[in-house]
């Protein structure tokens, strides 16, 4: 009697484990500095061959920004105007802004290849070190923002309406 006790114990706590799994898909995350980051508004934009990523929370936006992406591309930050990674935070009624522009900040943007992607959707890697737009407006203890292990994936990308001709009489 014991035996069949134990065995029916031993099942009902089997049957009783669960796993719970949460899916982030779509996802646009970072460690900022030490911190793990996660953007709960994400959005990836297509216009004229550029790429504009961008995930924000409440009170912060990080936006990536890429002229003439191609899939599979990786694009260097802070050598440039043309691929730009930027940092805001709204802060007791003031915006501080952090960038890669032309020859401030560094890092890479790597879209994962053709073969990677979901048809649709967007996904890749980043790194980027941002400074101060206007040194007159710094974080307090922040005089740069760094942002590493960025991974967005699978977000929806979005293209402009097509413009439809009107023919001419």
């Not at 089997?14 to 911190?35: G, H, I, Q, R």
């Not at 032309?102 to 073969?115: A, C, F, N, Q, R």
């Not at 980043?126 to 292990?149: G, H, Q, R, S």
């Amino acid at each position: 009697m014991k035996k069949y006790f134990l065995f029916a114990l031993m099942a009902v706590s089997l049957v009783s484990c669960e796993e719970e799994l949460t899916v982030n898909t779509p996802t646009f995350e970072a460690m900022k500095s030490y911190d793990f980051w996660r953007a709960t508004k994400i959005t990836a934009n297509v216009d004229n061959g550029d790429l504009v990523i961008v995930g924000a929370t409440d009170s912060e936006n990080v936006t990536l920004f890429i002229d003439n992406y191609e899939l599979g591309g990786e694009y260097t930050l802070g050598t440039d105007n043309y691929n730009v990674a930027t940092y805001s935070k709204t802060e007791k009624d003031k915006v501080y802004l952090y960038s890669t522009s032309s020859s401030t900040g560094k890092g890479y943007i790597k879209l994962d290849p053709v073969e990677k992607q979901t048809p649709g959707t967007i996904s890749g890697t980043f790194y980027a070190e941002m400074v101060p737009v206007d040194p007159a407006l710094v974080l307090p203890e922040t005089p740069l923002v760094n942002l590493n292990k960025g991974v967005f994936f699978r977000i929806p990308l979005v293209y402009p309406p097509a413009q439809l001709e009107t023919p001419n009489p």
